[in-house]
């Protein structure tokens, strides 16, 4: 039997967040945070932002277990300090680069004394905005030898980059699915691995289900982030509202690689009931889930085999849409 699907939330979702032009939500404490968790059916997952949402260990510890919950990656933030605005990892200030390199290293440490397993990090201030603005080749030499020195500090730490394509920089260093292959091949690593956001790949033009499978047959780790858009920007909107198949495809192919770690909203409430939002979440994913696992798919990878779209679509109109 298919195992089922776990459920965390970035933590700072759940409180004020902003874009350029609005604020939503209110500010709140950690704790009315995790409060606000425990009521969500099913969530027992919490990513967490380090250094800014992090207490001292011992008081999440007692956070955790008084909530029944548990960290399902300790988010290394490299976009909030003024010095990281023009480059974290790949600034070209050598004492920039070590105080972005220290922070992952200090994000593994907490990782480790709370329980998690894997610091999660998007090196989005690493990019460009204009031409000949960057030396690409030194960058990309920077960005990998940052990330190998990061792997090598405690090994039993995984460190998973996610990409995007762009935001806050104009373009990113690592902006696609292909680039963070890359980098981990570059790195050399046994314990780096890629988070794929479902949004950040419709963002860039791919295939969400496509580029999962690139990761895995390259194998290489993979951490799920999951929103969704319209694929002209990062809305973060709730999963499926928009592109309900290809988030079926995506299950599909998370279910045939037995992926059995979190699956993190990284969903923004902005103008809704932030227990509305997630409990949707929820809703939708795990109903997708099951229908996609109730699916005969050792029929449907035979017809991908033969080339046999037409009956592949019969089972898409039948067993996902209802048709």
């Known amino acids: 039997m298919q195992n089922e699907p776990r459920f965390a939330v970035i933590t700072s979702f759940l409180g004020k967040t902003k874009d350029r032009f609005c604020e939503y939500q209110k500010d709140m404490p950690l704790e009315d945070k995790f409060k606000i968790l425990s009521e969500i059916e099913d969530i027992r997952g919490i990513e967490i932002v380090y250094p800014y949402e992090t207490p001292q260990a011992d008081q999440l510890n007692k956070l955790l277990k008084k909530y029944d919950l548990k960290v399902s990656a ?81 090994p039993d730490i995984n460190l998973f980059i996610e990409y995007k394509a762009s935001e806050p920089r104009v373009n990113c260093f690592v902006d696609s699915a292909a680039k963070a292959l890359l980098l981990c091949k570059n790195v050399g690593a046994s314990n780096i691995g890629i988070t794929l956001d479902f949004g950040h790949a419709l963002q860039r033009g791919e295939n969400p289900a496509n580029e999962l499978c690139l990761i895995a047959e390259n194998g290489i780790p993979f951490y799920i982030h999951i929103n969704d858009n319209n694929s002209k920007w990062d809305w973060d909107l709730i999963t499926a509202s928009y592109n309900f198949l290809n988030y079926a495809e995506f299950i599909f192919w998370l279910q045939e690689y037995d992926y059995r ?63």
């Open 74 to 154: 300790i988010n290394c933030n490299l976009k909030a300090e003024k010095e990281f605005l023009s480059g974290a990892i790949c600034s070209t200030d050598k004492n920039t680069r070590n105080k972005a390199i220290m922070f992952i290293k200090d994000a593994k440490d907490y990782a480790a004394s709370v329980g998690a397993d894997k610091v999660h990090c998007a090196p989005l201030n690493d990019g460009f905005d204009y031409l000949f603005q960057e030396d690409y080749p030194l960058a990309w030499r920077y960005l990998v030898d940052a990330c190998a020195q990061a792997c090598e500090y405690r």
């Open 261 to 323: 770690d979190f699956l993190s909203f990284d969903t923004s409430p902005a103008r809704l009931d932030v227990k509305d939002t997630f409990r949707s979440n929820v809703r939708i994913t795990s109903k997708i889930w099951s229908l996609v696992q109730r699916l005969d798919k050792k029929k449907m990878k035979s017809y991908m085999d033969q080339g046999n779209y037409s009956r592949i679509l019969k089972i898409i109109e039948e067993d996902i849409y209802g048709l």
